[in-house]
């Protein structure tokens, strides 16, 4: 089901349901004793540890995954693949060896390529005898492209990889119509680099966990000093700080720049809270992970992936989020997920197909090159233009907006979460409105 529905249920010329409603992720509705209810009808598990060896669930990973990647190819047309350079792409395409694969990146003035896994991509797909399309996209193109791509988020989604992905999911649709790419992994194997404690939050933990949690609860109720976040997060618990990947603004920050009725939405703590408390008796890997595959895989990693395929008629699907593939990834301890590196129990799986450099390249993510664009005068003259607009004096204070764009230390991805807001009320009331 869709998240958001709108319909009437009705019997016997009496009306019982009716109305639009967001479902949480896996949730459905049903009709009992005479009423519709929204009820969960799934839940990630952690709580049956494996006896299996490291290697052994190494083993069971690549025997898995393989059997997913056999089950989402089958269709009556030709099916491809996304393909980066990083581990989780690059094993799918491995595993399902398809004719073609697509890979978009970012031109790097500097050299670096910073922005682009091409190279890398082109590169494992010559090795496989793989073809490989590739398109290195332009500033110009993105901008161009980004009110569209907002009316076709249908909500104001500031993940600025939108973009890339939007492009991707257009240069694949032009050779395929079905595509398996490698979503799911980095929530069900640990593969962000905030699961990872550094070497010196390592240290920080042998001191008890009691005078920790102490510690904790103590900065919590004081002004910022140095060293503040890093006590909290040194905690343990999750619960006190971690809200997710899409953290952008520290609340304080959002609420200094938006008018004051618009103020009272939850906290983030707030959303997050009953999501932990489902979870108390886990991990502290465990609970992030728990909260990330009921908060930000939803709402930001599939939500982003469907609308941007759904905007070329690509069907896309994701063979590690298959049921069996995550009820055994659940299973494993933290241990095996976190070992020299994240996500190492795949990276194991995946280097028996894979070579080294591939099966343990560092994660890159889909890096957008938004801060080289902000320096761009014209495009900097556009999003002023936005912060100065009466629509945007109806939800912000403009000054303070406009003294983020000027402020070359303050971060851009703020700037790109208030001007994606703006794109998005055009596309949908200023236009509509017309």
Not at 175 to 200: K, N, Q
Not at 333 to 362: E, M, Q
Request: hydrophobic letters at 35%.
């Amino acid at each position: 089901l869709r998240p958001y529905l709108t319909f009437q249920y009705s019997a016997m010329n009496e009306t019982f349901f009716k109305g639009t409603y967001k479902l949480p992720p896996a949730h459905w509705f049903t009709y009992k004793d005479g009423r519709m209810q929204i009820e969960r009808y799934w839940d990630a598990d952690f709580r049956h540890p494996t006896t299996l060896s490291y290697e052994q669930c190494a083993d069971q990973i690549d025997a898995r995954v393989r059997e997913s990647v056999a089950a989402h190819r089958i269709s009556d047309v030709k099916v491809g693949s996304f393909l980066s350079g990083g581990v989780d792409s690059s094993y799918i395409t491995a595993c399902l060896m398809p004719d073609e694969t697509f890979s978009v990146g970012f031109a790097s003035p500097d050299g670096t390529h910073k922005f682009d896994e091409t190279t890398e991509a082109g590169e494992l797909s010559q090795k496989l005898g793989i073809k490989n399309y590739r398109e290195m996209l332009t500033k110009e193109q993105c901008l161009d492209a980004f009110a569209d791509i907002q009316y076709h988020m249908d909500e104001p989604q500031s993940n600025p990889s939108s973009v890339p992905l939007y492009f991707l999911c257009q240069l694949a649709r032009q050779h395929v119509t079905v595509v398996l790419s490698g979503e799911g992994a980095d929530e069900i194997y640990a593969g962000y680099e905030w699961y990872a404690d550094t070497p010196l939050m390592q240290k920080y933990k042998h001191v008890p966990a009691p005078l920790r949690h102490l510690a904790s609860d103590v900065s919590q109720h004081l002004p910022y000093f140095k060293g503040h976040d890093f006590i909290i997060k040194g905690s343990g618990r999750p619960e006190d700080w971690f809200i997710g990947q899409a953290h952008v603004f520290e609340e304080k920050d959002a609420y200094d720049i938006l008018k004051p009725k618009y103020r009272v939405g939850p906290t983030a703590r707030e959303v997050a809270a009953p999501i932990y408390d489902r979870v108390k008796d886990l991990s502290e890997l465990e609970k992030k992970q728990y909260l990330d595959l009921n908060l930000w895989l939803p709402g930001d990693i599939l939500l982003k992936a469907d609308k941007m395929s759904m905007a070329h008629s690509l069907e896309l699907r994701v063979p590690y989020l298959d049921r069996e593939v995550l009820r055994e990834a659940e299973c494993y301890p933290d241990s095996y997920k976190l070992r020299g590196d994240t996500k190492a129990v795949l990276r194991t799986a995946a280097n028996k197909t894979l070579p080294d450099a591939w099966a343990n390249r560092t994660k890159k993510g889909f890096p957008v090159p938004i801060a080289k664009w902000l320096e761009d005068p014209e495009f900097s003259a556009k999003v002023r233009k936005s912060f100065t607009s009466d629509v945007a004096a109806e939800y912000f204070d403009q000054d303070k907006l406009v003294a983020m764009l000027g402020d070359p230390k303050h971060e851009r991805r703020k700037i790109w979460t208030a001007y994606t807001f703006l794109t998005w009320h055009e596309q949908f009331f200023e236009k509509f409105d017309a």
